[in-house]
């Protein structure tokens, strides 16, 4: 299994295949309140991984980041539709 981390997130809601930099912006599109939004998920995904990586139960840290892979999976998967 591989584990959930912020730049693994990153990259895959960029879809690239290119490692993904550390509190990664999506590009402004001259004001575009999408991208502003983008963003702010961005970095609440990135403060909420960090909080569960911190987590002191380790069964319940590992149950879930295997949740957010699958939820992740599966909505990759639905993307790719």
């Known amino acids: 299994m591989n584990e959930i981390t912020t730049d ?10 290119k490692p993904a930099q550390q509190n ?7 004001n575009d309140p999408d ?3 983008l963003n702010r998920q ?11 990586e ?3 139960d380790d069964k319940s840290k590992i149950i879930a980041q295997e949740c957010l892979q699958e939820i992740v999976s599966f909505y990759g998967k639905g993307i790719e539709r």
């Open 42 to 52: 961005s970095q609440r995904i990135q403060e909420l991984i960090e909080e569960l």
């Open 24 to 30: 990664a912006v999506i590009p402004d599109k001259v």
């Open 8 to 17: 693994r997130i990153i990259q895959i809601n960029t879809l690239e295949e």
């Open 35 to 37: 991208s502003a939004e």
């Open 54 to 56: 911190n987590l002191p």
